[in-house]
């Protein structure tokens, strides 16, 4: 049971790259987030998703792309990387009650735009 | 929109105890949550409040009041290893909105 996983760890991009983060978990939940973690910043949504087949904006969305084709499956696209998406990516689910307000987080995927 | 407010740091020792808060301004608000992240970590679950009062687990504990849009998270016979960042999140029914984190140091 590996619950969430995030691939790749580390990831270093020159600037106008492109590239996919992978989130898939094995825990059968509805909710999918995507966030990126700046120091002192804490945990910014950029997007998530309810179920299969949806996605919704969150805080700071601009420059990436998500989709969920699959309810295991959770993909984070930078179509042209910039040098302030440098980041650690995290993703979380969350299921329904009683874990509803838990959320699930995978190891994190550090990401560097040169 | 909604916001959070933390200390950015805590320092204490040792087998003491430690209250780090939390405020809200949020537009919708279905409870407070509390995570624990170490260096190099991911963000761990510790405890959640839907209604005001006190929720207990172990060694920590975590307090709402609704009214003030206010908690926080108290933390017991502290330990080396609760060195880490705390987080507080406000959940709106879809999303979760965290604080910025609080940094505490254990010192021996």
């Known amino acids: 049971n590996a619950g969430v996983t995030q691939t790749p760890k580390f990831r270093v991009l020159k600037t106008g790259q492109s590239m996919t983060l992978l989130c898939a978990q094995d825990m059968n939940h509805e909710y999918m987030y995507w966030y990126r973690q700046d120091p002192g910043m804490g945990l910014r949504l950029i997007h998530y998703?309810?179920?299969?087949?949806?996605?919704a904006k969150g805080e700071v969305p601009d420059g990436y792309n998500v989709s969920r084709l699959k309810k295991q499956n959770f993909l984070l696209g930078l179509e042209s990387a910039a040098p302030s998406q440098t980041s650690v990516y995290f993703c979380?689910?969350?299921?329904?009650?009683?874990?509803?307000?838990?959320?699930?987080f995978g190891a994190g995927s550090r990401l560097t735009v040169l | 929109g909604q916001s959070l407010e933390q200390p950015s740091e805590v320092t204490a020792v040792e087998g003491a105890i430690v209250q780090i808060n939390c405020t809200y301004q949020t537009s919708g608000f279905y409870g407070l949550s509390w995570y624990q992240q170490h260096d190099g970590g991911a963000p761990t679950f510790l405890s959640y409040n839907a209604l005001d009062g006190l929720e207990e687990t172990g060694r920590f504990s975590s307090f709402l009041s609704r009214s003030d849009s206010y908690g926080y998270l108290l933390l017991q016979e502290l330990q080396m290893k609760d060195s880490a960042s705390y987080f507080c999140?406000?959940?709106?029914?879809?999303?979760?909105?965290f604080g910025p984190g609080t940094r505490l140091s254990v010192l021996p």
């Open positions: 999140a406000v959940g709106d029914g879809q999303n979760f909105v």
């Open positions: 979380a689910t969350r299921g329904v009650p009683p874990g509803a307000n838990v959320l699930t």
């Open positions: 998703s309810v179920g299969e087949g949806t996605t």
